[in-house]
């Protein structure tokens, strides 16, 4: 495969008070087929680094220009000592019974540990798709004996009659980032609410001085499973690349990060990392948005699957 990169789309600098920088994690959801708007939704930080959840509405008839952003914040951190008091990162949206479902990362700072993330749900049944409800106080997959450490960005597909969901897991943690060891595990669900937890490894880290893999983002095409996803490490490169990996079953993953077709710019806000990448199609035609440098602190671009 090969990917045309098109344009940066959008990038915060002190627009709001909450959102001060950063454009991460892009997640789209298609707001009109036919006028081809695109909803964006993205983690945005304020001065002191807690995080937001926000959007951006994009036009791709019209160079895929911004046509509106969120004016208020969609989710904010939790009060202190909830799972987000942090921040909230964005994961993955789900439409279920005409109310889509928001999954999204809890922060946790931690002493011993740089953070702990477990996973929280908002559902919103507004029609304009502005108002998201976080269903508890408390995160809908947390720590547990198969991931006693920390749990990271879920994608998840509804797929032979269940939602599957793939997501991060440390193995390992400490200190500074680069003791983590983390992979990407599977659940199951029958409600989105309650999930079966497998506690296999079906990405595993492969580099030398390779130490996580994250935000995958699965689809489905032809009876295949595709992935693609961040992974951090791999000889003298230290910063994130794009990754991708192909199975049969959803459960054994061969990883083909030398297929993925897309790679750093040579200057620019791309030119440091690529990152977080989602992928999705709109009338016949496949996209990738992605972050560059700094995890998102330079926005996030979009590209185009060559044909």
């Known amino acids: 495969m090969k990917w045309k990169k098109i344009k940066l789309i959008f990038c915060p600098s002190n627009i709001f008070e ?7 994690n892009p997640v789209p959801y298609i707001i009109s087929n036919e006028n081809e708007i695109v909803r964006i939704y993205f983690t945005t930080r304020n001065k002191i680094n807690q995080s937001f959840i926000a959007f951006t509405d994009i036009d791709f008839k019209n160079n895929f220009n911004v046509i509106s952003h969120s004016v208020k914040p969609l989710l904010t951190p939790g009060v202190p000592g909830t799972f987000d008091d942090s921040g909230v990162a964005m994961g993955t949206l789900i439409l279920k019974d005409k ?11 931690k002493v011993t ?12 049944e507004d029609n304009l798709l502005l108002n998201y409800n976080k269903v508890s106080m408390a995160p809908i997959m947390d720590r547990s004996s198969e991931d006693p450490f920390s749990i990271s960005y879920p994608s998840i597909i509804y797929d032979e009659g269940k939602y599957k969901m793939w997501y991060g897991s440390n193995l390992t943690w400490g200190k500074d980032q680069n003791e983590m060891k983390h992979v990407i595990k599977y659940a199951e669900s029958d409600d989105l609410f309650n999930w079966k937890r497998t506690n296999e490894i079906h990405i595993p880290l ?3 001085n390779e130490y996580a893999l994250s935000k995958p983002w699965v689809i489905k095409d032809s009876n295949k499973y595709k992935m693609w996803y961040s992974y951090r490490a791999n000889g003298e490169i230290s910063s994130y690349r794009i990754g991708y990996a192909e199975s049969i079953d959803g459960k054994n993953w061969e990883r083909m990060d030398n297929l993925v077709g897309i790679d750093v710019s040579k200057k620019g806000w791309d030119s440091e990392m690529i990152c977080y990448p989602s992928i999705f199609t709109l009338n016949n035609n496949t996209y990738m948005l992605y972050n560059g440098n700094g995890y998102g602190q330079t926005g996030f671009g979009i590209a185009k699957l060559e044909k």
């Open 113 to 124: 540990v740089p953070w702990l993330n477990t996973i929280g749900l908002a559902i919103s």
């Open 99 to 109: 109310k889509l479902f928001l999954f999204y990362l809890g922060w946790n700072l």
């Open 206 to 208: 492969i580099y030398e």
């Open 18 to 24: 909450w959102m001060y920088s950063h454009a991460a």
